[in-house]
């Protein structure tokens, strides 16, 4: 991922250990005024999703488990469960209080606007003027 000023480095941390959850998948890109991340939770509940932003940081945790039952016989256990946890740095130039967050067939979905002040804007020239502050 390149350096940009809306969207730093991803640090991912997740769970570890046999069948733990090891993967999130994300993709992260900017599109007009807002920088989109989606994230791939596939049988993850909506409840056990929390997403927090901290000194901009963003961190996705959760949890998937497939309700196992005592005397359950396992002929296969390859899908991924467990606790996980992924972490994005958002630049400055992010609006971190206006984050939205939606989660839709397995997909979770974060829209981050642009703030205000990082949004590109006309300066006017003044000619012959004094330019008053």
Excluded: C
């Excluded at 993850?44 to 005592?70: A, H, M």
């Excluded at 390859?78 to 839709?104: I, P």
């Excluded at 002040?117 to 000619?127: G, L, M, Y």
């Amino acid at each position: 991922m390149q350096n940009d000023p809306f969207f730093d480095n991803v640090l991912g941390r997740l769970a570890a250990g046999p069948r733990s959850f090891r993967q999130a998948p994300m993709d992260a890109y900017r599109r007009g005024s807002d920088v989109w991340v989606h994230v791939d939770l596939p049988g993850v509940n909506p409840d056990n999703l929390d997403i927090d932003i901290e000194r901009n940081v963003l961190t996705i945790t959760g949890e998937r488990s497939w309700g196992r039952e005592d005397g359950d016989q396992i002929y296969l256990n390859e899908r991924s469960q467990g606790r996980f946890r992924r972490q994005v740095h958002l630049g400055d130039g992010l609006d971190t209080q206006a984050v939205e967050a939606d989660y839709r067939e397995g997909v979770l979905t974060l829209r981050v606007p642009v703030a205000e002040v990082a949004k590109p804007r006309k300066i006017k020239v003044n000619v012959g003027g004094v330019v008053e502050g």
